[in-house]
C-alpha cells in the first residue's frame, strides 16, 4: 500500500497570507490527524478528523482549521499566517478506531516571512 | 499533562542492546502503549504497541510492567539507523483522544 502522502513539501508565505495544506490518507484509512512540529513546541496534536467530522481538536487558535472529504483526503488551513507559525506540519492517518496506530506522512515544511 | 515521561537523550553503541523507558502512571485499563520513533528530516514513524503481554516484532520489543505503569521498549542491537527521537504515548481507546507525545527520548549510538 502506498503510505501517507503530504503536499505540498516545502512552502513559503508571508505574514498575513493564509496557506492550504493537503494530505492523503493510507487506503482504507478513515481518519486523519493533523500535527504542528517546532523545535520550541515539540510534536502539538492540531485535530483529528474521522468520516468528514472533526472528532478532536487540540488548544490551537481558530486561524487553524480542516476539512475531510468523502474519500478520507483532508486539507488544513491557516489563515493570517503569523511567523510563529513556522513548522513542519504532519498529516498521520490510522483506520479510525481512537487510539489506533498512526501512520504518519513525510510532512510540509512551511516558512513564514 | 505530560501522560507519559521519558529520558531526554541516552547513549548506546552500536551492536549493544538498548532499553528505552517509559513512565505512564496514569494509564487506564484500556489504554494501549505506542511507540513511535522520528529520524531526522522525517515524520514519525511507528515502531510497536501493546495493552498487557510483552510484544516483539522486527523492529523491537516492548515489555511492559505487570502493573502497566511503566514500559521499556528493547533495541535488541543497536545500529546507526536507530538514531532518532524515540516517543511512547497512551492509545486512549474510547472516547476524546487528544495524543500527547511529549519530548521523547533522543536516542545517540555510537560507532
Known amino acids: 500500500k502506498a503510505g501517507v502522502t503530504q503536499t505540498p513539501r516545502y512552502l513559503i508565505k508571508t505574514r498575513g497570507q493564509q496557506v492550504t495544506l493537503s494530505c492523503s490518507p493510507i487506503?482504507?484509512?478513515?481518519?486523519v490527524s493533523w500535527y504542528q512540529q517546532t523545535p520550541g513546541q515539540g510534536l502539538q496534536f492540531l485535530f483529528e478528523?474521522?468520516?468528514?467530522?472533526?472528532?478532536n481538536k487540540g488548544n490551537f487558535p481558530g486561524r487553524f482549521s480542516g476539512r475531510q472529504f468523502s474519500n478520507s483526503r483532508s486539507e488544513m488551513n491557516v489563515s493570517t499566517l503569523e511567523l510563529g507559525d513556522s513548522a513542519l506540519y504532519l498529516c498521520?492517518?490510522?483506520?479510525?478506531?481512537?487510539?489506533?496506530?498512526?501512520?504518519f506522512g513525510p510532512g510540509t515544511r512551511l516558512t513564514v516571512l | 499533562d505530560a501522560k507519559t515521561t521519558q529520558p531526554n537523550s541516552m547513549e548506546s553503541n552500536e551492536e549493544e542492546p538498548v532499553h528505552l523507558p517509559c513512565n505512564h502512571s496514569?494509564?487506564?485499563?484500556?489504554?494501549?502503549i505506542h511507540w513511535y520513533r522520528q529520524l531526522p528530516s522525517q515524520g514519525p514513524e511507528y515502531v510497536i504497541h501493546?495493552?498487557?503481554s510483552n510484544v516483539n516484532n522486527r523492529m523491537a520489543s516492548l515489555a511492559i510492567a505487570e502493573d502497566r505503569k511503566s514500559s521499556t521498549l528493547i533495541l535488541h542491537r543497536a545500529t546507526l539507523r536507530d538514531a532518532a527521537v524515540y516517543y511512547c504515548?497512551?492509545?486512549?481507546?474510547?472516547?476524546?483522544?487528544?495524543?500527547?507525545f511529549g519530548r521523547g527520548t533522543s536516542l545517540i549510538v555510537h560507532p
Open positions: 498521520a492517518s490510522s483506520l479510525g478506531g481512537s487510539g489506533d496506530t498512526q501512520y
Open positions: 487506503s482504507g484509512h478513515r481518519s
Open positions: 478528523y474521522f468520516s468528514e467530522t472533526q472528532r
Open positions: 496514569t494509564i487506564s485499563g484500556t489504554d494501549y
Open positions: 501493546g495493552l498487557t
Open positions: 504515548i497512551r492509545g486512549e481507546a474510547g472516547g476524546s483522544y487528544i495524543p500527547t
